[in-house]
């Protein structure tokens, strides 16, 4: 049995429950942060929208000038906020960790993830 | 007129040398002759194979000062006596200051749990939580894979039925199984407390094995996954807005804490780290926390830890048993994430690659990086860093809590 004064030399078995209530208590406690941490997400995410639906929505503007395409794509990418020296470097990077090189692969928009 | 002879006498008298011809081997000084050795072994690990050589170094280097004959520079007896109820110097720290050696002062941070709380601090103002908060499921990963910590303890308590000469007591076995928690300040906070005596071993053990993870691990993922599921490409989740990063650090400490009091000061610094880097407004702290004051804790943590590796400890059948048992509590951490990981794939309809599981180590950002690898080599544009990122800073909440059960239990 269990006690709260622990012998010095613990006996197997009690080794045993001690170590199954450990990993259960590990568990329990994450899984009630995780709780909590959904419950705080879904909030902020609520507050966000009512934040952005209190917002007029702004006029129809004029015909959306088309984004301008990366040089040396055959006119296909789209560039949303990044440069184009980081564009190639992203594209550069990518072709090298596929192997495979760039003139064969396609990039249809490179856009920053804020 | 001065004796010239006299003084040069005294002066060979108080050598290492004439201590080394003078009953000093007899006296078990051979024990600190493998020491030196073994110190030689562990800075040529860290400076040529760069096995975590920002501690290790120090660990090294601590380990040789602590055995060089008649340097005082650490002094086992006076440690003991500071942990023997009843000795005039017991739990008096002013005896330490008055008659210890720089290294006794040096490791009486790791005493109070200072300098691993400072080190959390840190490494709390060098996590994005980001991740995790986008998708709080991961956290069961940093859950899962803390099965290493239990059952390593459970296998340590296990080896007093083979022999009682390479078995552990209770307060041992916790410390060696949070060596699975594969995260260095957590491990020395926890041993500190409870075997200081072993802390030299579980130290260089847990971050030695923290540095082999891109070789222990790979083989138990490819053996617990197919090649479809290490292929699975996950989608990317949603933003996480700036005051959520924010509120993340207050509430984590208030929950832990309230839950298990023990962690409050490993998870207080973790967060308050954190709460530095993301509140925006504190970036000099920040920026201190993450650089400076990280620099000159670890500087004295590895100091301090490789002193307590004195011969007459750290040669044992005890050392080698934490040895085995470490790398068992690695694997089977590994084991746990990746079957938690399993399970996520399993109920989510294959829309979470297993392959994170592992990450849930801790082992922040190494373990994580290793899961991207592996994925990246079934499938080259699939990029599961930031998804790993998840379970990786949940291992780290998941050790703390873990540590903070053993010490509630036998401390």
């Not at chain 2, 040096?106 to 109070?112: A, L, M, P, R, S």
């Not at chain 2, 956290?139 to 000469?165: D, K, M, R, T, Y």
């Not at chain 2, 989608?235 to 993340?248: D, P």
Request: glycine fraction near 10%; charged fraction near 10%; charge should be positive.
């Amino acid at each position: 049995m269990l006690t709260s004064k622990l012998p010095e030399l613990l006996p197997i078995g009690d080794a045993g429950i001690i170590a199954l209530l450990g990993y259960a208590t590990v568990f329990f406690g994450i899984i009630l942060l995780m709780v909590v941490v959904m419950i705080m997400g879904k909030l902020f995410i609520a507050a966000e929208n009512k934040k952005k639906a209190a917002i007029p929505a702004p006029a129809p503007a004029a015909e959306e000038a088309p984004k301008a395409a990366a040089p040396g794509t055959a006119g296909q990418l789209k560039l949303h906020d990044v440069e184009s020296k980081t564009a190639a470097m992203l594209m550069a990077i990518v072709a090298d960790k596929m192997g495979k090189p760039l003139n064969e692969l396609r990039f249809i928009s490179i856009k920053e993830v804020k | 007129m001065i004796n010239v002879g006299d003084i040069l006498l005294n002066l060979w008298n108080s050598s290492g040398f004439a201590a080394l011809f003078s009953g000093f081997m007899a006296q078990g000084g051979w024990q600190n002759l493998v020491m030196l050795v073994i110190s030689c072994v562990l800075l040529y690990l860290a400076l040529v194979k760069k096995f975590e050589p920002l501690l290790l170094c120090g660990i090294a280097f601590g380990c040789l000062l602590t055995n060089l004959p008649g340097a005082g520079l650490y002094s086992q007896e006076l440690w003991t006596n500071f942990m023997t109820e009843g000795h005039e110097a017991y739990h008096s720290y002013g005896t330490i200051l008055k008659e210890g050696g720089l290294l006794d002062i040096f490791y009486v941070g790791v005493k109070t749990s200072l300098y691993p709380c400072l080190i959390f601090m840190g490494v709390g103002a060098m996590t994005d939580f980001g991740p995790l908060l986008s998708n709080p499921k991961s956290l069961l990963l940093g859950a899962a894979a803390q099965l290493g910590v239990f059952a390593a303890f459970f296998g340590a308590i296990a080896l007093n039925l083979i022999s009682p000469e390479i078995g552990f007591t209770s307060k041992e076995a916790a410390s060696i199984g949070i060596i699975g928690g594969a995260d260095g300040p957590t491990a020395i906070f926890l041993t500190s407390k409870l075997a200081p005596h072993l802390l030299g071993a579980i130290a260089v053990a847990a971050y030695s094995y923290m540095a082999l993870i891109p070789m222990i691990q790979p083989p138990f993922m490819k053996l617990l996954t197919t090649p479809e599921q290490r292929k699975i490409k996950m989608v990317q989740t949603r933003n996480v807005s700036k005051a959520e990063k924010i509120v993340f650090p207050i509430v984590v400490t208030l929950f832990v804490a309230l839950l298990l009091p023990d962690t409050a000061p490993l998870i207080g610094c973790l967060m308050l780290g954190n709460l530095f880097k993301e509140c925006g407004v504190t970036d000099r702290l920040s920026d201190t926390v993450q650089n400076a004051l990280m620099n000159i804790v670890t500087i004295l943590l590895s100091t301090a830890v490789g002193a307590t590796m004195v011969g007459s400890n750290f040669l044992t059948l005890q050392t080698l048993s934490i040895v085995v048992l470490g790398v068992c509590a690695f694997v089977l951490s590994t084991v746990g994430g990746l079957l938690g990981g399993l399970v996520m794939c399993k109920l989510t309809g294959g829309k979470v690659n297993p392959l994170i599981g592992s990450a849930g180590v801790s082992a922040v950002p190494m373990a994580a990086r290793v899961s991207n690898l592996v994925g990246q080599k079934y499938n080259p544009a699939n990029f599961l860093l930031m998804h790993a990122m998840g379970p990786n800073v949940a291992g780290v909440i998941g050790s703390a809590i873990a540590a903070g059960f053993l010490l509630s239990v036998f401390g």
